[in-house]
């Protein structure tokens, strides 16, 4: 498996394995690898002919104050990982290479990214959705694999590659989760031991959102507060957000419709760290 930096041998790379007619599968991630990314993998390597992992941490989804300089980085680990899960090369490239200086082109989707993650993060999305599309345009893949935990991260694509017309089929994976339920997050690993059993409230709350809708409640006010409350009572958490939203357009809807699907969601700060998590009702991202 080989390690590419720069980003005109990846692009070469690409080419040939285009002109060969190789369906390219691209996991693009920020490392520091878990069951999360490995299924993606796994997944890319089931569809793909070559399945490609790109490891960047991406200074420009980072608001001022987060952890980008903490965030953990370990390329060494990460290759050795993508290996067991049949990865072909690993994209690695130096920020200096993706935001050469004079850098000042953005891709930017609207409306979508004013809320959830993008009310509590100004400018994320614009960060995601710039560097995803330097990495398609760089990598050139049939498909990418993301996901459902960072759900709005998939909506928000999905809905750039929709109107750009990239014709890139985007995959999502499922959540991978603790044995307790915690949803795997490179994140998980800031957490103190009682900040880890702390965090297990987020799941439970979800899951209890779902249970009041599939016992009746369609109210989307009464959800979010049961949930909230849920989450408040374990008091070493604080609520960043709770919120209901349809996954077509992220609308908020007083009543829960069975005909749309829908997605609950949280993130909460456990101490300095923030955790999201999601469940969707009726249907799929
Ligand atoms: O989900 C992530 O790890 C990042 O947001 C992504 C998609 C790799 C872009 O930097």
Do not use: W
């Not at 307790?180 to 690993?189: I, Q, T, V």
């Not at 880890?196 to 009746?216: D, F, W």
């Not at 829960?256 to 923030?274: E, F, P």
């Amino acid at each position: 498996m080989e390690i590419i930096n720069r980003i005109p041998r990846m692009m070469s790379v690409a080419r040939e394995l285009k002109a060969r007619g190789k369906r390219i599968g691209l996991v693009p991630t920020m490392g520091a690898f878990h069951e999360g990314h490995l299924s993606l993998m796994s997944r890319a390597r089931e569809m793909s002919d070559t399945v490609i992992t790109s490891v960047f941490v991406n200074p420009m989804q980072f608001g001022p104050g987060e952890d980008y300089e903490r965030y953990p980085r370990d390329l060494a680990r990460d290759a050795e990982l993508a290996f067991t899960r049949g990865v072909d090369l690993i994209f690695a490239p130096p920020a200096s290479e993706v935001y050469p200086e004079g850098f000042t082109t953005y891709v930017n989707v609207e409306g979508l990214t004013d809320r959830l993650e993008g009310a509590s993060r100004p400018g994320h999305f614009r960060g995601v959705t710039t560097v995803v599309n330097k990495l398609f345009n760089i990598v050139q893949p049939q498909f990418a694999f993301f996901g459902r935990k960072d759900a709005q991260q998939v909506i928000v694509i999905k809905r750039m590659v929709h109107d750009l017309a990239m014709g890139i089929e985007i995959v999502v994976g499922p959540t991978v989760r603790e044995e307790d339920g915690l949803a795997l997050s490179s994140r998980n690993a800031y957490l103190s031991s009682e900040d880890r059993k702390a965090a297990i409230v987020l799941r439970r709350a979800l899951e209890r959102g779902r249970a009041l809708y599939n016992s009746g409640e369609r109210d989307a006010g009464r959800l979010v507060s049961a949930i909230q409350s849920l989450i408040e009572s374990e008091p070493r958490t604080r609520v960043d957000y709770v919120s209901v939203n349809e996954v077509n357009d992220l609308r908020e809807p007083a009543l829960i419709r069975s005909d749309r699907a829908t997605l609950i969601s949280a993130a909460i700060y456990i101490g300095d760290t923030r955790l999201i998590d999601n469940i969707v009702l009726n249907g799929e991202l």
